[in-house]
């Protein structure tokens, strides 16, 4: 099911008896996603896949930051930023749920159309530099040999909806949790000025 993104991250395909290859839904691949990648981490830190028993609590520290997707979202992944991915109960086409890319940095919320599958065997091995800022990943750590932990992001100093610049000078090393639970805060308190894609 997931054969391109095991190419494109240096992996050797995985197989599971219980997959049915003629069957594949978001529902499926979401439960075969955690199933193979839960909790690991991929290209230097790039890009995790959530541990499913974290699932829940991604999904209520995001909805604080943005409360409107309260009951609607289930978070998946993230990348090195701390951006994180999650399917949308509100968004289906063609009987799937499409993915929402959450980024603190910016406070936006960015809709991304495609379901799971297509998010990692299309999205990711095609169009990593769009949906992860692969470039800008070479960039930090062309200048930072430090290995990112799987519970680590880079995250900006001074943010972006606060005017901080786009640059690895205005980026540094932050627990995910502490990062986004800043953010978070500042979203809520700037929440008036901002506007948000979705």
């Given at each position: ?10 992996i ?10 003629n ?10 996603l ?13 890009y ?8 829940e ?21 993230y990348?090195?930023l701390?951006?994180?991915f ?9 009987g799937?749920?499409q ?7 910016t ?7 495609c379901?799971i ?58 627990d ?8 978070g805060?500042l ?12």
């Amino acid at each position: 099911m997931y054969k391109s993104f095991c190419k494109y991250v240096g992996i050797d395909e995985y197989s599971f008896s219980n997959t049915n290859a003629n069957n594949k839904n978001s529902t499926d691949g979401n439960k075969e996603l955690f199933k193979a990648f839960g909790g690991q981490s991929f290209n230097d830190g790039l890009y995790r896949i959530h541990d499913i028993d974290h699932i829940e609590r991604w999904n209520s520290t995001i909805t604080e930051a943005f409360p409107e997707f309260k009951g609607r979202i289930s978070c998946f992944g993230y990348d090195w930023l701390g951006r994180q991915f999650a399917l949308d109960n509100k968004r289906i086409e063609h009987g799937q749920q499409q993915i929402l890319m959450f980024e603190p940095g910016t406070a936006e919320v960015l809709e991304i159309p495609c379901d799971i599958i297509q998010f990692h065997n299309e999205e990711i091995p095609i169009y990593h530099d769009a949906c992860l800022a692969s470039t800008f990943f070479k960039e930090w750590l062309s200048k930072n040999s430090n290995k990112l932990d799987i519970n680590e992001c880079i995250g900006y100093k001074t943010m972006l909806f606060l005017g901080g610049l786009d640059s690895i000078q205005n980026l540094e090393k932050s627990d995910m949790d502490v990062y986004w639970g800043i953010c978070g805060q500042l979203i809520q308190k700037t929440r008036g000025s901002l506007e948000n894609n979705y």
